[in-house]
T-cell receptor, first 114, second 111 residues
Framework: DAGVTQSPTHLIKTRGQQVTLRCSPK?????VSWYQQALGQGPQFIFQ???????QRGNFPDRFSGHQFPNYSSELNVNALLLGDSALYLC?????????????FGPGTRLTVL | GDSVTQMEGPVTLSEEAFLTINCTYT??????LFWYVQYPGEGLQLLLK?????DKGSNKGFEATYRKETTSFHLEKGSVQVSDSAVYFC??????????FGQGTELSVKP
């Protein structure tokens, strides 16, 4: 089991462009959450997907959107990129193992907006 | 709203020193509490957790006790090693299903 995987690992974009980040959850997990971690800060919750629906959303503008596929993998899309969108984007997958909820983070995608 | 506050870093210690990183939280209910560690260039790893008052989470020599009366979850380790150098995040998990993180505390351990 590869655990939670994210792609790409690094990405450089310019202001105004659009970007798509991808996450594959741990095998058996059905919920995916996305977090933004700016340099020197703690991660901030963007949104969470379950059964292909956005279940909860943090305080992020509509430029941030997402999708979950039938195989539980997920995409995070950011439109009209701003310099302030430069951050590490973390994906977390959640599921149940032996009756207990567990959550694992992926290694993240480092997005730089120039 | 719900929040987590950690002591500011960086914290610099000598090897084998005692470590305390303070963490307090505000919450409307009774969240689960976590400590995560982030090594340079990597994602987050769960270090320990506690799900109810007076629970003690422990892992790799680190400990933290869920104190409801002081709304705290301080991280401690009796003897730090150079390999413990990392950024440590305190977090709460509320009924809404999201983690709320503190700002992180950078720990640097010198030989």
């Amino acid at each position: 089991d590869a655990g939670v995987t994210q792609s790409p690992t690094h990405l450089i974009k310019t202001r105004g462009q659009q970007v798509t980040l991808r996450c594959s959850p741990k095998s058996g997990h059905d919920t995916v959450s996305w977090y933004q971690q700016a340099l020197g800060q703690g991660p901030q919750f963007i949104f969470q997907y379950y059964e292909e629906e956005e279940r909860q959303r943090g305080n992020f503008p509509d430029r941030f959107s997402g999708h979950q596929f039938p195989n539980y993998s997920s995409e995070l899309n950011v439109n009209a990129l701003l310099l302030g969108d430069s951050a590490l984007y973390l994906c977390a997958s959640t599921g149940r193992f032996r009756g207990r909820e567990e959550q694992f983070f992926g290694p993240g995608t480092r997005l730089t907006v120039l | 709203g719900d929040s987590v506050t950690q002591m500011e870093g960086p914290v610099t210690l000598s090897e084998e020193a005692f470590l305390t990183i303070n963490c307090t939280y505000t919450a409307t209910g009774y969240p689960s509490l976590f400590w995560y560690v982030q090594y340079p260039g990597e994602g987050l790893q769960l270090l320990l957790k506690a799900t109810k008052a007076d629970d003690k989470g422990s892992n790799k020599g680190f400990e933290a006790t869920y104190r409801k009366e002081t709304t705290s979850f301080h991280l401690e380790k009796g003897s730090v090693q150079v390999s413990d150098s990392a950024v440590y995040f305190c977090a709460q998990y509320n009924q809404g299903g999201k983690l709320i993180f503190g700002q992180g505390t950078e720990l640097s351990v010198k030989p």
